[in-house]
């Protein structure tokens, strides 16, 4: 085992994969000289050489558009975003060819590619730097969606990723890249599409992904610590596209009630598809109505004052638990 942070176990997934396979190849803002704007390709240029660790212009559609022609052509390509909310630049070539083209070409071309970079909100950087963009991509067929929480996962997850014959929108955070965590020496994947129960529990179900999960972490422990009586099961969903459906309705045939978590905007987020699929699929099962926590519905503030008020709170969280927990069958 090693302490490593999430930058470095984002290089150390590419560099592990690069290493076995010449077609794959790195290419975005700032990753070659500048080692990644975040530094999560620290090293790269100077172990893979300028061919295979290409820094571009400020230009997501041109490069988005080359890393797609390239994966067409048997390279198996890892587009940086320097964050995802420069990613729409590119969204033509991302929704109208590379989510498209195994379709429109009955099954006779693969896109093996990886797009990934920092998504979300990551303190005050404005209302065109902080938002999250999940719930649009995982609408669009062709397409997997990838969000870690931790440092482990996200090795695990980014090195399955890269072996994917698909299409992988990869999302990180600015907040998570120095987090610190013991990563196994010895190599590792993660499959997607399988969630992780990150904790157990029989009193409520709480459903989150990404770095938000670790308030429900914080949550669920001081609230235990406080009342004995109090278990709170928590699922970290990993891969929002596809979905781990199976996971959550078996924790609720358990625990009976349901709260999700998500950072993004209310409207038509990941937690109004959960909602529905459990409405559907496990109604009988619940004791109390689905509560969902998500980000206001609101461009994000610059005022650290109206960000307390945007952005899901421990507060919030711990209202909507004892409430869950406390309603009547």
């Known amino acids: 085992m090693k302490q490593m942070t999430f930058r470095e176990v984002i ?20 990753v070659a ?45 890892i587009i940086e975003y320097m964050t995802f909310n420069f ?19 009955g099954g006779q071309w693969n896109i093996p590619i990886v797009l990934r970079g920092p998504t979300g909100f990551a303190g005050q950087l404005g209302a065109t730097h902080s938002q999250s ?15 870690p929480s931790n440092p482990y996962d996200a090795k695990g997850l980014l090195k399955s990723s890269i072996r994917d014959n698909d299409v992988v929108i990869f999302m990180e955070s600015e907040q998570m890249y120095g987090d610190k965590m013991m990563i196994p020496i010895k190599e590792y994947t993660i499959p997607l599409g399988i969630a992780n129960l990150k904790k157990k529990g029989n ?3 709480i459903v989150s992904f990404g770095k938000i999960i670790k308030i429900a972490l914080e949550v669920a422990l001081e609230l235990e610590k406080k009342n004995k009586n109090i278990s709170i099961e ?7 596209k596809p979905l781990d459906y199976n996971t959550i309705i078996n924790s609720i045939k358990k625990t009976n009630k349901l709260l999700i978590l998500e950072e993004a905007w209310p409207f038509a987020s990941i937690a109004s598809e959960i909602t529905y699929v459990i409405q559907q699929e496990a109604f009988d099962y619940l004791d109390a109505p689905i509560k969902r926590i998500t980000g206001q519905d609101t461009p994000a503030p610059y005022a650290k004052n ?19 927990i406390s309603s009547q069958e």
């Not at 990613?87 to 070409?105: E, F, G, P, T, Y």
């Open 11 to 30: 290089a150390a997934a590419m560099s592990e994969e690069m290493r076995k396979d010449k077609t794959i190849y790195l290419m975005g803002e700032e």
């Open 33 to 77: 000289e500048y080692n990644g704007a975040y530094k999560a390709s620290k090293g790269m240029l100077k172990e893979f050489g300028s061919k295979r660790i290409i820094d571009t212009p400020i230009s997501e559609l041109g490069f988005s558009g080359i890393g797609i022609g390239s994966a067409l052509n048997g390279c198996r390509p």
């Open 87 to 105: 990613s729409l630049v590119a969204m033509d070539q991302i929704i109208n060819n590379a989510a498209k083209i195994r379709q429109m070409s």
């Open 133 to 147: 963009f999940e719930s649009w991509y995982a609408n669009c067929p062709g397409l997997k969606i990838v969000i």
């Open 203 to 205: 009193d409520l179900t």
């Open 234 to 240: 928590i699922i970290d969903l990993r891969t929002i």
């Open 306 to 324: 109206l960000i307390e008020k945007w952005y899901p709170s421990k507060k919030d969280l711990i209202e909507n638990i004892m409430n869950i």
